[in-house]
Nanobody, 124 residues
Framework: QVQLVESGGGLVQAGGSLRLSCAAS????????MGWFRQAPGKEREFVAG????????FYADSVKGRFTISRDNAKNTVYLQMNSLKPEDTAVYSC?????????????????WGQGTQVTVSS
């Protein structure tokens, strides 16, 4: 079984920063691409960022490009999401997931093994 545990969420003012972490266990993390998704109340889950197993390739939603950075440390079985210049519209529950097929990084259907999520709230 794969377990993913997110941390680092919280309340921050607009313009502030947060760094989310996702610790993985139970699978060969270093061979797996990973992704971050978010879901705001009343909205569908949306792709935020993805990273290949070796960190060579990264992918971002247009809404976060230039503000968020995804990275990983395979020695620590952890993937990170550095979020800068946060906006109220970034408020959501953020979840990480393991990419398990060759589909698009941008589609949730390409992922399995989701974490429970961490709440990010950005005040104006």
């Amino acid at each position: 079984q794969v377990q993913l545990v997110e941390s680092g969420g919280g309340l921050v003012q607009a313009g502030g920063s947060l760094r989310l972490s996702c610790a993985a266990s139970g699978r060969t993390f270093s061979r797996s691409a990973m992704g971050w998704f978010r879901q705001a109340p009343g909205k569908e889950r949306e792709f935020v960022a993805g990273i290949s197993s070796t960190s060579i390739s990264t992918f971002y939603a247009d809404s976060v490009k230039g503000r968020f950075t995804i990275s990983r440390d395979n020695a620590k079985n952890t993937v990170y999401l550095q979020m800068n210049s946060l906006k109220p519209e970034d408020t959501a529950v953020y979840s990480c997931a393991v990419k398990t097929n060759s589909g698009s990084y941008y589609s949730g259907r390409s992922y399995d093994y989701w974490g429970q999520g961490t709440q990010v709230t950005v005040s104006s």
